[in-house]
């Protein structure tokens, strides 16, 4: 967050302790924090720092790097934090994504991690984590590992709204207060359930969210299992005995493969059910046209082999050490999951 001071603050001396505790905020290990730069020159001159001996001396020139070293990977300059002693301990939200609030409930702020809201902390959070290790974005992984980035298990997609208003108003709301601007300070990613291009059947979901965080990313891909790269679906299907599965499932378009259904795949309605013949699919009238048009073109032989899905086997992927991927493999993605994943990362780094 960039942070400002009031004048007030500025030039009353009893405040200046505090603000010494908040250079040493920064000065902790990946820290994404960083006094404002347009408000250096004042801060330089103003009575905490103009005149200053002992260790408070060199605090201009830590602020001066400090704003150089977080802006390397991307500034982390969404938020605002404006502190001034004149405005409530619980901070208020201005426009602008501004949070002005009190000295002392700057501290908590300034101390707190970033929220991100997924269906389910382990399997969502480790594809987060993968990807961001897979594209190189070292960041958000030392962010995580200090404790500045923190996920928050919402319990499925339904709920994500609840858990969402929990964190910014508190389980019993107090009368429409945030608790400490928390909306700024959290960021919601879901899975899209989309069957089709332009089928969006969470789009009701996305917008109960956005009312309570900063905001929303609605993955393009089906699942987070879709995102999973050719190298790592064979390994850990060739476990199972999967890999030709695998490789005709490759050999469908990015588009198909982006809305195809990876963990239950498409099922008659025999008793018991059995995996739907790709023309027996193609004539089923109680599936939308659009969704069968989409798969029209995945050659039969093909589709057996993966038409009754994977189950959960790829979501290991992101989960178990022995599938790791490596630092900057990024090319194993196509360029549109490139595209849609570096720039969700690059939002949550600048929420930092």
């Known amino acids: 967050m960039n942070i400002q001071v009031h004048q007030r603050v500025l030039a009353d001396p009893s405040w200046h302790p505090l603000l ?12 994404r924090h960083a006094f404002d730069i347009s408000q250096y020159a004042t801060i330089k001159s103003s009575p905490w720092l103009s005149g200053a001996t002992g260790l408070r001396a060199n605090t201009a020139e830590f602020i001066r790097l400090s704003v150089k070293a977080t802006s390397r990977d991307g500034a982390s300059d969404a938020v605002t934090i404006l502190i001034d002693d004149a405005a409530s301990q619980s901070g208020e939200t201005l426009q602008g994504a501004i949070i002005r609030v009190h000295p002392l409930g700057a501290l908590t702020i300034l101390m707190q991690p970033l929220h991100l809201i997924v269906e389910d902390e382990t399997s969502d959070g480790a594809f987060v984590l993968w990807m961001a290790r897979l594209l190189g974005r070292d960041t958000f992984r030392r962010s995580y590992n200090a404790g ?28 429409n207060q945030p608790i400490l601007s928390l909306k700024l300070r959290a960021i919601a990613l879901l899975d899209s359930d989309a069957h089709y291009p332009g ?4 789009a009701g979901i996305v917008q109960a969210v956005q009312a309570h965080v900063a905001l929303v990313h609605l993955l393009s891909g089906r699942y987070i299992e879709n995102y999973a790269p050719q190298k790592y679906v064979r390994r850990r299907l060739e476990e199972d005995g999967l890999g030709e599965a695998s490789d005709a499932y490759f050999r469908m378009t990015e588009v198909q493969r982006n809305y195809f259904p990876i963990r239950t795949g498409f099922w008659d309605y025999a008793t018991p059910p059995q995996p739907q013949a790709h023309p027996a699919f193609l ?4 599936r939308e046209l659009a969704e069968r048009n989409t798969f029209r073109t ?43 994943l570096n720039e969700f990362l690059n939002q949550v780094i600048r929420y930092l």
């Open 298 to 340: 995945v050659n039969p032989q093909d589709w057996m082999h993966f038409a009754s899905g994977f189950g959960g086997r790829l979501a290991v992927i992101f989960q178990e050490p022995a599938f790791r991927c490596e630092p900057n493999e990024a090319a194993l993605l196509t360029q549109n999951q490139r595209t849609e």
């Open 199 to 202: 089928n969006q059947p969470n």
């Open 20 to 31: 010494d505790v908040i250079v040493s905020i920064l000065g902790q290990p990946h820290s």
């Open 148 to 175: 500045r980035l923190l996920f928050r298990h919402a319990g499925g997609k339904g709920q994500m709204a609840k858990s969402a208003a929990a964190l910014t108003f508190g389980v019993w709301p107090r009368d």
């Open 283 to 286: 004539a089923d009238t109680r």
